[in-house]
C-alpha cells in the first residue's frame, strides 16, 4: 500500500526566516514519483515540482529547494528566506510508475508572519 | 478556457438529494482524477480514470458515489441519497499523456472545485 506522511500540521515562521516540510512516504513500487503542491488560501492546488524515483539528485530552484533521500524514503522541501505569500497549506503525494492514483499527504499548514 | 473547469463552483442540497458534479478537463489530458477535502482536511482520493482503460473507483466511500467520464473528456461524479457527511469541496484534475508508453506524467492540473453543502 501507499502512504504519504506529514507529520508537521502547522508551522509558523517570521519572514525571512529558513523553513522546511517534512514528507515520508511508504511505497513498494520500484518505480514511482514524489510532488508537491501548493494551495494558497485562494484555494486552487498548485504543482511546484516532480520528482523520479531513480533520481535523487537534490533541485533547487529560486527560495524553493528539495532533498529526495531513498534510504530514509523522505522528499523534504525547504523555502530559503520565507516572504508572506509563502503562507499555504502544502502537500506532498506520490504516485505508482505513469501517474497513476496519485495519493495526498494531509498537508503542512505554513504561516509566514511579517 | 486553458485550465480545468468544473461546476457548479457551489451546491448548496437537502439531505438525500441526489447531486452531480461536473468536470471538464484540459484538452489533451488522458487522466481524470475526482478527490474530496473536507474543511481544513488533506486531499481523498475517490477515483481515477486513465484514457479507454477501467477506471480506479478504490477510493469511492460508498456505493452512493459514482463517476463516468464521457468520450475520454468530461466527468461527472454523482452522489446519490446526500448524507452531511458528504459536505466538502469536490476537486477534480486532469494530466497530460507521458507519450506513446500509456500513462500520464503525474502532475496534475487542478480545478477550483465544487463545494457542497448537505444540509
Keep these: 500500500a501507499q502512504k504519504v506522511t506529514q507529520a508537521q500540521t502547522e508551522i509558523s515562521v517570521v519572514e525571512k526566516e529558513d ?7 511508504e511505497t513498494r513500487d520500484t518505480t514511482y514519483y514524489l510532488f508537491w503542491y501548493k494551495q ?7 504543482f511546484l515540482i ?3 524515483s531513480f533520481d535523487e539528485q537534490n533541485e533547487i530552484s529560486g527560495r524553493y529547494s528539495w532533498n529526495f533521500q531513498k534510504s530514509t524514503s ?41 | 478556457g486553458a485550465g480545468v473547469s ?5 451546491k448548496v442540497t437537502e439531505k438525500g438529494k441526489d447531486v452531480e458534479l461536473r468536470c471538464d478537463p484540459i484538452s489533451g489530458h488522458t487522466a481524470l482524477y475526482w478527490y474530496r477535502q ?7 482520493f475517490l477515483i481515477y480514470f486513465q484514457g479507454n482503460s477501467a477506471p480506479d473507483k478504490s477510493g469511492l466511500p460508498s456505493d452512493r458515489f459514482s463517476a463516468e467520464r464521457t468520450g ?5 461524479l454523482t452522489i446519490q441519497r446526500t448524507q452531511q457527511e458528504d459536505s466538502a469541496v469536490y476537486l477534480c484534475a486532469s494530466s497530460p ?9 503525474g502532475e496534475l492540473f487542478f480545478g477550483e472545485g465544487s463545494r457542497l453543502t448537505v444540509l
Excluded at chain 1, 523553513?19 to 512516504?25: K, N, S
Design chain 1, 19 to 25: 523553513v522546511t516540510l517534512d514528507c515520508v512516504y
Design chain 1, 74 to 114: 523522505s522528499f523534504n522541501f525547504t523555502i530559503t528566506a520565507s516572504q508572506v505569500v509563502d503562507s499555504a497549506v502544502y502537500f506532498c503525494a506520490l504516485s505508482g510508475a505513469g501517474g497513476f492514483k496519485t495519493i495526498f499527504g494531509a498537508g503542512t499548514r505554513l504561516f509566514v508572519k511579517a
Design chain 2, 72 to 76: 475520454g473528456s468530461v466527468s461527472t
Design chain 2, 6 to 10: 468544473q461546476s457548479p463552483s457551489n
Design chain 2, 97 to 105: 499523456p507521458l507519450g506513446l508508453a500509456g500513462g500520464n506524467t
Design chain 1, 40 to 46: 494558497p488560501p485562494s484555494g486552487e492546488l498548485v
Design chain 1, 50 to 52: 516532480r520528482r523520479n
Design chain 2, 38 to 44: 473536507s474543511l481544513g482536511q488533506g486531499l481523498e
